[in-house]
């Protein structure tokens, strides 16, 4: 099967996107609004089956991880403790000669919007000093719009889980080592967003803390690597397209002694997926020191009172999905026709089976119905009547459906249907309570 890899090929992404519903441009009948997409009826399942999968790895199945969901809008205090404030800044330009603004550090692979073959350094354009420029939302809370009353939208979800440290500790009576996770919307006022679902200035974040004794920050620090690689093996990206990359000293965030990021390969270049950092004590000790309130970690095992160390693993739900959708695209010429193939995992697949029967007549509809009601009890799927089968096995394998049910002429005598596997195009006959054990297995990998 060829895996088609050129140029274009982000934009015949966001083609299948928009026509199978996974992503559309947010306001579209508006002219959309940049850097802003909304989930359609299959990117919301595959985006809540990511969600969950992820979840389940680092909650569910462990004894030593909770889970919380912390409110968006915080003190506005709590952004200055942490130095989001002062530190979350890039570096800006302006363009003089056509007023587009660019990151200062990303001009040679920026564009130049009036001529787009060029970056900003050879387009002939005049650019301004660099400029810091925070990338915190800022918005009033109440009927007065004053400095007294500005508060962010929170730029990373981790803020939420420092603060409720005590709280979740004393209500679920974890000792350390143990961890705290939460999914949730986080919003950065990019300069440059980008490639589709890739950078936007409002996205999702998979978050977890992990408070630790600090003797153990290294060996915590490789636990939680291994742990990351292995939860993207699982979801079935072509591990020859992840790589680490370490932050050099000048590359850390202000909160880190350590960090690394998990990167994709993508049609646009090697990029960050997630990161996983030793944040140290930095952010426990700026909140104590702000506060006041007693934030060290005290039991029987501790002679003395410390303030734990955090390793944070901080993945993106968005960049997860692009990576899922690039890394399962593929093109595949049958009979002189281009078919698209999406091979997403059954795991996350927005719909795990279609059920069809292969004519409209001869009593297999009615079957075939029978077989999709007892499956939609347990799974997501689909049923369609309407056109050549072919057609129908067609619109599944590029919605992403792993497996295409077929009632025919033979199971009307036995009650067996053809199950056909989208990527290896096997098919095997099984009868309904055998398919119900065969989906459950494929779904729960
Ligand atoms: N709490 C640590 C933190 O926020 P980060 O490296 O700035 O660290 C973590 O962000 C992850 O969040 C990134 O690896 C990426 O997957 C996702 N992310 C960050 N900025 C994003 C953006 N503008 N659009 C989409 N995802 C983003």
Redesign the pocket.
Known sequence: MSKNKQPDLMDRIVSLCKRRGFVYPSSEIYGGLISCWDYGPLGAELKRNLKTHWWDAMTNRRDDVEGLDAAILMHPQVWHTSGHVTEFNDPMVDCKTCKARFRADKLEESRCPKRPSKSPLTCGGELTEVKQFNLMFKTFMGPVEDTSSTIYLRP?T?QGIYLNFLNVKNSSRQKIPFGIAQIGK?F?N?IT?GNFI????E?E?M?MQYFIDPAEDEKWFEYWRRERWAWYESLGVNVSKLRWSEHGEDEL?HYAKAAY?IEYEFPFGWQ????V?NRTDFDLSRHMEATGKDLRYADERYKEKFIPYII?T???C??TILTLLVDGYDEVEVKGETRVFLRLSPKIAPIKAAVFPLVKKDGMPEFAEKVYNELKKRFKVFYDVSGAVGRRYARMDEAGTPFCVTVDGQTLQDETMTVRDRDTMEQTRMKTAELIEFLTDKVSG
């Not at 890739?198 to 200035?201: A, E, G, P």
């Not at 960050?272 to 990161?275: A, N, P, R």
């Open positions: 990373e981790a986080a950065r990019e967003p890739f950078r936007t200035r996205f974040q978050e965030a990021d960050e997926l997630e990161g950092h944070e901080s993945a993106g968005d960049r």
